[in-house]
């Protein structure tokens, strides 16, 4: 079964920075879109950045967070990382990780709280 594991969450103050991570099992991972996600509490989960596969390793930002935020794979390690820099307190939320062929299927998600 397919299976998506978040980490790296925390708590930080505002202008911090924050790695975190996703490791997949159960797919065939170098080919595959992947993407992070979050939500606040009382909003719906939102996109926060795409990556695709293969050689080209397209990358896509909500403007919110473009210029901040990096999303990155290793295909070796089968995991994708999103590095957050200049953290604000609006970033704060639950993060998930997703592969776009499969948008039914979600981790536990990590906790990313962010004070001024």
């Known amino acids: 079964q397919v299976q998506l594991v978040e980490s790296g969450g925390g708590l930080v103050q505002a202008g911090g920075s924050l790695r975190l991570s996703c490791t997949a099992s159960?797919?065939?991972?170098?080919?595959?879109?992947m993407a992070w996600y979050r939500q606040a509490p009382g909003k719906q989960r939102e996109l926060v950045a795409r990556?695709?596969?293969?050689?080209?390793?397209?990358?896509y930002y909500i403007d919110s967070v473009n210029g901040r935020f990096t999303i990155s794979r290793d295909n070796a390690k089968r995991s994708i990382y999103l590095q957050m820099d200049s953290l604000k307190p609006e970033d704060t939320a639950v993060y998930y990780c997703n592969v776009d062929a499969l948008p039914d299927i979600w981790g536990q998600g990590t906790q990313v709280t962010v004070s001024s």
């Open positions: 990556i695709e596969g293969g050689a080209g390793r397209n990358t």
């Open positions: 159960g797919i065939v991972f170098a080919p595959v879109v």
